[in-house]
C-alpha cells in the first residue's frame, strides 16, 4: 500500500520561502515518478514539478528558476523548496506518484495549503 502525506504549507509574503514535504510509505518508492501538481481557485490542476529515479526533473515554465524537487529514497520523502514565491502560486499542493506500470499518476496525497499574501 503506497500512502502519501504532504506537509509545510501555510501562509507566507511575496518573496518569501517554503519547504514542502511528502513522506512515502511503499515498498516500490525508488522505482516510483514523483511530482508536485497544485490546483488554485478555479483552475485546473497542473504539474509543476516531477522527478523520476536516478534524478533527473522537469518544471513547469512559471516555476523554473524558483522551485526545486529532490527526492531522499532511503527516507522515502520527496521535498518542494520553492523561494522568490508570488501571489500566483497561491494553491493547493499535491505530492503524487506513478508506478512505472501505470500511465498517469496513480497515488495523491492529501494536500496542503500554500498561500502567498501580496
Known amino acids: 500500500q503506497v500512502q502519501l502525506e504532504e506537509s509545510g504549507g501555510g501562509l507566507v509574503q511575496a518573496g518569501g520561502s517554503l519547504r514542502l514535504s511528502c513522506a512515502a510509505a511503499?515498498?516500490?518508492?525508488?522505482?516510483?515518478?514523483l511530482g508536485w501538481f497544485r490546483q488554485a481557485p478555479g483552475k485546473e490542476r497542473e504539474l509543476v514539478a516531477a522527478i523520476i529515479p536516478g534524478g533527473s526533473t522537469t518544471y513547469a515554465d512559471s516555476v523554473k528558476g524558483r522551485f526545486t524537487i529532490s527526492r531522499d529514497d532511503v527516507k522515502r520523502m520527496v521535498y518542494l523548496q520553492m523561494i522568490t514565491l508570488k501571489a500566483e502560486d497561491t494553491a493547493v499542493y499535491y505530492c503524487?506518484?506513478?508506478?512505472?506500470?501505470?500511465?498517469?499518476?496513480?497515488?495523491w496525497g492529501q494536500g496542503t495549503q500554500v498561500t502567498v499574501s501580496s
Open positions: 503524487a506518484e506513478r508506478s512505472p506500470l501505470q500511465v498517469s499518476y496513480n497515488h
Open positions: 511503499g515498498l516500490t518508492f525508488s522505482s516510483y515518478r
